[in-house]
């Protein structure tokens, strides 16, 4: 573990739709001192003229008819003006990936619709080589609810930007299912915007690929706004999930509470997680927690973890962060053990239970169901391992 | 019938500074149908011999044997003796976050009995077994011991005794921390499994305020690491009139054990 103060502020970075305005990334930089950059491929790429993505990702988008989903062009001097209004690329890999995607997809839900089913976006790689890059924006409109759940599954080298808008008393529950395959790379910038009394779950759920990186950035539109941001991830040999959360509270009477998860098992695997929270001074009456919880398996894995809480107002509700990461209780297993249960049942039940917390929590029966079978895929080949 | 013996045993518990021998040469029999009553004061090792034939792996044997029917236990793992038959009630129950009880219980059941309890049998036995412990039903769906109260874990580890029917069970300090209504709930149960006449049960405790609901049929005073006196019921009632010191003055003060 590791704590330490990043030495720029993080809502005085450079935001720019120009890649040129940043660096490649040296593996030096604060935001990028855990990421593997040797890793990262074509992402890296220093040829900027008009880039284009491999196409290796096709998105499927399934929702109900209440939802416009609109396709639209994302080239230079055409751009749709709703692009970019939710955030802004703050690094070069997102910037990348502004520039380079052909076409966004926009998805909204009208004000004051209520989905009773949610929306399904299935993004596949097919595995050509070369970077892909994707531009999702997600509008839930004043009084609306909606649940958003975003598949990724196949192999490829992608970078996206996802911006979520949700306006006024608005309501959206979106989970990002991480289930790539060994091989793929996916560097993903997530901006977020909570509405005057919105209420926004945000859950990232990290399972596959060989790098994972995400990147949410909460902003508040207004009073009174919510953000839950939850992520589980299961970290296996050689994997590098990694998630750096930023928390901007510059609107009064604001909730946000970020509560992650993980699993690591064997050699070289690798999760990060960074919880930056800024109270700024207008922020008055802010309630914030931040934990990370880290659960390491076997000898080996590395777990990186480092809260932060900057506040800059003196009238704040609540704030706390904390950050633990230990192995397996030996006393939970002889407790379970001593009932007569095997020794990799009991690791499992442990585990599992370690996880049900936050899973029950997403609230999504579609989501909770798909989570179970997926930790129990990752449980058997790490018991098989 | 079913014999747990335990020959000249020592144990030694691992401490940050080395290990520390706490039992000096232990000789017991229990068998099932039978009581005993382990008493002894704070720090005599009782619980290291509950520990120790439990398979906690924080306790070293170092001489000396546990067999059941003439298998060497010590040779099983933690899981293997309990499906062999031994139940150890703990002093202090440990919390499994995320964890039902239902699911816990019904995981216990399906490996001690080998193979999954029928699912409308084993609801109804459950909730049965939980009324006559005057549990709430609700008491299931809560994760294991968490954010339990000392009487709800007690009442806990004899739901589980109950219902997962060992042949020996050693119940680690059952009475402590309770108040009469709950320790006579608790010594209900306790006489349930002893009618049954196929368990036997070892009551380890401080006190002899629980062994007015439950009789032992021997009653063994253990100081010092090791049994110092042997008797009948009557051996409790001494002990409730003179206490310990007589015992703790002879061995307790060479042995330093916790």
């Known amino acids: 573990m590791t704590s330490d103060v990043p030495a720029v502020d993080r809502s005085e970075r450079t935001r720019s739709l120009d890649p040129a305005d940043f660096a490649i990334p040296l593996g030096r930089e604060e935001e990028w001192r855990f990421t593997p ?32 989903v609109e396709r639209v062009s994302h080239r230079d001097g055409r751009r749709d003006a709703r692009l970019g209004a939710v955030g802004l690329p703050g690094d070069r890999v997102a910037a990348l990936a502004f520039a380079g995607s052909d076409t966004a997809t926009i998805l909204t839900v009208p004000q004051d619709t209520q989905l009773d089913e949610p929306v399904v976006i299935r993004a596949h790689g097919n595995g050509t080589p070369g970077a892909d890059f994707g531009h999702l924006l997600l509008h ?5 609810s909606a649940v958003v759940v975003l598949d990724h599954v196949g192999s490829a080298t992608y970078a996206d930007n996802l911006e979520i808008k949700v306006g006024d008393q608005g309501h959206l529950t979106v989970v990002t299912l991480l289930d790539w395959d060994v091989d793929a790379v996916h560097l993903s910038a997530h901006h977020i915007e909570v509405g005057r009394d919105a209420r926004v779950v945000h859950v990232v759920v990290s399972l596959g690929g060989e790098v ?6 909460v902003t508040f539109a207004g009073p009174g706004g919510d953000v839950e941001l939850l992520g589980l991830f ?31 098992i064997g050699e070289r695997a690798h999760s990060v997680w960074i919880g930056d929270v800024l109270i700024r001074a207008g922020a008055v009456g802010t309630e914030t927690y931040e934990i990370n919880r880290n659960l390491l398996l076997s000898d080996g894995p590395r777990a990186d973890s480092v809260p932060n809480l900057e506040i800059e107002t003196g009238d704040v509700a609540s704030a706390g962060h904390a950050s633990v990461t230990g192995r397996l209780d030996d006393d939970q297993l002889f407790y379970l053990m001593a009932r007569g249960i095997p020794e990799m049942e009991a690791r499992r039940l442990v585990v599992t239970g370690f996880f049900a917390e936050l899973r029950d929590r997403i609230g999504v029966p579609f989501v909770t169901d798909r989570l179970k079978s997926a930790l129990e895929t990752e449980l058997e080949r790490a018991s098989a391992s | 019938m079913t014999s747990l013996t335990i020959k000249d045993l020592h144990v030694s518990v691992e401490t940050d500074d080395g290990a520390r021998p706490i039992l000096r040469g ?11 009553a382990l008493m002894g004061p704070n720090g005599s090792g009782k619980s290291t011999l509950a520990y120790a034939v439990a398979g906690h792996p924080r306790y070293d044997v170092t001489s000396g044997s546990i067999t059941l029917d003439g298998v060497d236990v010590l040779e099983m793992s933690i899981d293997e003796r309990a499906r062999a038959g031994l139940f150890l009630a703990m002093q202090y129950p440990v919390e499994v976050p995320g964890v039902s009880v239902t699911n816990f219980l019904r995981t216990a059941a399906t490996a001690v009995r080998g193979e999954a309890p ?18 709430d039903p609700a008491f299931a769906e809560r994760n294991v011991n968490e954010g339990f109260s000392g009487g709800e874990k007690k009442r806990s580890e004899l739901l589980q005794l109950e219902l997962l029917r060992p042949t020996i069970a050693i119940l680690d300090e059952i009475d402590s921390g309770l108040d009469v209504d709950a320790l006579k709930v608790v010594s209900d149960g306790i006489n349930r499994v002893r009618a049954t006449g196929e368990t036997g049960v070892m009551l380890i405790t401080h006190y002899t305020r629980i062994l007015r609901y439950v009789k032992p049929d021997q009653v063994h005073v253990f100081a010092g690491g090791r049994i110092v006196e042997r008797g009948g019921p009557e051996l409790a009632e001494a002990l409730e009139a003179e206490g310990y010191e007589r015992y703790v003055g002879r061995d307790l003060a060479s042995a330093g054990a916790n």
């Open chain 1, 234 to 264: 299961f970290t296996d040999p050689g994997q590098h999930h990694e998630h750096r959360i930023f928390v901007d509270h510059s609107e009064p009477h604001c909730r946000s509470n970020v509560n992650y998860r993980g699993a690591l």
């Open chain 1, 140 to 144: 839930v409109e004043a009084l609306s």
């Open chain 1, 212 to 217: 994972v990186r995400v990147t949410p950035e």
């Open chain 2, 118 to 135: 029928k699912v409308r049998h084993w609801v109804k036995e459950v909730r049965e077994t939980m009324d006559q412990l005057s549990m």
């Open chain 2, 26 to 36: 232990v000789d017991l029999t229990i068998s099932s149908g039978e009581t005993h």
């Open chain 1, 37 to 68: 950059i040797g890793q990262l491929r074509d992402l890296l790429t220093d040829d900027l003229d008009a880039p284009s993505g491999s196409g290796s990702v096709s998105l499927d988008v399934k929702a109900p008819n209440d939802v416009k």
